[in-house]
């Protein structure tokens, strides 16, 4: 095993220079790369040597984070690997989080340096002012010019296999998001994995192009889809987001061979008019996952190629595949466990279930150490971490049944998670917002089903007295809410009522605020706002 990604990068460098590394296909108004971007391994290879001497130069290396707020683009991946051979770790923002949040993040990674894109220097300048340490925000396109020391000195390289290469914050239950901290061997066993897939996903080396719209602050396209470019001498092709309407013309400029996919994508994309463009494309496979059985079969009829489904979490990047016959594409199946990780099924005792019983799934590696490979842990949250390794194995919240020849498939999650195109979003943390609220006395927050977007956000909340309950109390609030959060966290639909389900501990049992079989959003006096809640409200 290599000892870094930036190993990984370099060997593939050596091995098939000329092949296509980085690309965005052209879009026409795009604030950067208009008319289109592509390098191939040696080009980015010495730019990356560039950067790592500036790094250096400044006193940037072992030890320090530096945060990303980058969007999809290619330099996000150039910073990346420049960092990563100097033993600095990446933060990347998602740049949908509001002031506090990213104040929050910056706080909590303790970062030395952000480097963003131009159009929010001005707006990141001023917030970082806010902050508990100094540092320098710098402008990516004068990072050579502008870049400034450090408030704290590298240190010494150590053992680069377990060292951090990325902090990545994920949701959890308990309000803020948490870091995952993320070591060089995770990446690289997320990208071995990959390569293990075989069957509809095997690799041609040095000729895949994988074409992904999710962001680089998610583990599906920085730890996972880029893993298996990079491990494979492919080319990484970045989209600003995922755009239904010009898909197919994307997928085709940018020679995509693969795709990756969240659930949402195949019934925005089987919604849309039939056009020459999507028969037109080279694409080998999709890989993805959340994919409703109903829509499986419909796509691949279609569009002429396998959607194969998988699983994976921030935590665990992906271990499994489904990517050999028989698929089981009218269930959820999502494959077997990959080399050097094995899985178990447990009740809430942690018991091991039987074949066909459904229960949690809980994960580690083979060998002495069941966790290396997999995050090393929350940052500055050893209770949250010794929780989700309890008993040696990582508890990942969701709910599934394996057959008994080893097939996974997914039944529900456990976690208070709503998971929003992609997005998970922690109830309770919007809970802890709504509740600061003076005009709130108590709050819940709940999934509902979306058509669209797998699930959408809905609060239940008890006003205070002589606080009227109408739409205009509800869009009142949910304007905060767009201020303050990103906008994907908003509740969607407001729900007034006179009291909640509590348990003698006095906390929300979420279960029994409605009937069973009773959609939420029918019920008498719900106020639908979906229309309000668009990215840049």
């Keep these: ?255 995509a061979t693969i795709i990756h996919y969240l659930g949402i994508m195949p019934p925005l994309l089987l919604n849309q008019k039939q056009t020459h463009f999507e028969n037109s494309h080279s694409v080998k496979f999709g890989a993805g996952a959340g994919i409703d059985p109903k829509h499986h079969e419909l796509f691949e009829k279609r569009f002429g190629f396998p959607l194969v489904e998988g699983w994976g979490m921030t935590e665990v990047a992906m271990p499994t595949w489904a990517s050999h016959e028989p698929r089981l594409i009218d269930t959820r199946a999502f494959g077997r466990p990959l080399s050097g990780c094995e899985v178990r099924i447990v009740d809430n005792q942690d018991k091991e279930l039987a074949s066909g019983v459904p229960g949690e799934l809980t994960i580690r590696m083979t060998g002495e150490n069941p966790r290396q490979g997999l995050f090393s842990g929350y940052l500055k949250d050893d209770d949250a971490t010794n929780h989700a390794w309890r008993g040696g194995w990582f508890h990942t919240g969701d709910t599934v049944v394996q057959s008994a020849d080893g097939m996974l498939t997914f039944v529900d999650r456990s976690k208070n998670i709503i998971r929003r195109s992609g997005e998970n979003i922690a109830a309770a943390e919007i809970e802890a917002f709504l509740q600061s609220d003076e005009r709130i006395a108590q709050a819940a927050v709940i999934s509902v089903p979306d058509d669209l977007r797998q699930e959408e956000v809905m609060a239940c909340i008890i006003l205070m007295e002589g606080i009227t309950a109408d739409t205009k109390i509800a869009i009142d609030i949910q304007d905060h809410c767009l201020i303050d959060m990103a906008y994907f966290k908003a509740p969607a639909y407001f729900l007034f009522v006179d009291s909640l389900p509590i348990t003698n501990t006095q906390k929300v049992t979420k279960v029994k605020i409605f009937p069973e079989n009773v959609d939420p959003r029918k019920v008498d006096g719900c106020i639908d706002l979906r229309s309000r809640k668009k990215k840049n409200s």
């Excluded at 592509?38 to 290879?45: D, P, Q, S, V």
């Excluded at 990545?168 to 066993?189: A, V």
Aim: aromatic share 12%; with cysteine; proline share 6%.
């Design 1 to 255: 095993m290599f000892p870094n990604v930036f190993s990984l990068f370099e060997d593939s460098t050596l091995k098939s220079p000329l092949s296509a590394c980085l690309c965005a296909p052209p879009m026409k108004g795009r604030a950067y790369y208009p008319d289109g971007f592509e390098i191939n391994y040696k080009t980015a290879y010495s730019t990356v040597k560039d950067l790592q001497a500036t790094y250096t130069n400044y006193g940037y290396g072992n030890n320090h984070r530096v945060a990303a707020l980058l969007e999809n683009r290619p330099e996000f991946h150039l910073h990346w690997l420049a960092l990563n051979g100097l033993g600095a770790s990446i933060v990347p923002i998602n740049p949908d989080y509001r002031e506090d949040e990213i104040i929050y993040l910056l706080n909590h990674s303790e970062s030395s340096l952000l480097i963003t894109i131009p159009e929010r220097f001005s707006d990141l300048g001023e917030i970082t002012k806010r902050c508990e340490f100094e540092f320098p925000v710098i402008d990516v396109t004068n990072f050579h010019e502008t870049l400034q020391p450090p408030r704290t000195k590298a240190t010494k390289m150590q053992e680069e296999l377990d060292s951090e290469a990325a902090l990545l914050y994920t949701s959890g239950t308990t309000g803020k998001p948490k870091g995952c901290i993320l070591t060089n061997r995770y990446f690289l066993n997320s990208a071995k994995w990959y390569l293990e897939a075989g069957g509809y996903m095997a690799l041609e080396y040095g000729q895949e192009r994988l074409l992904n719209p999710l962001p680089m602050y998610h583990a599906n396209a920085m730890a996972i889809g880029s893993m298996g470019m990079l491990a494979s001498a492919g080319c990484i092709a970045m989209l600003d987001r995922f755009h239904p309407k010009t898909w197919w013309e994307d997928v085709i400029n940018s020679q």
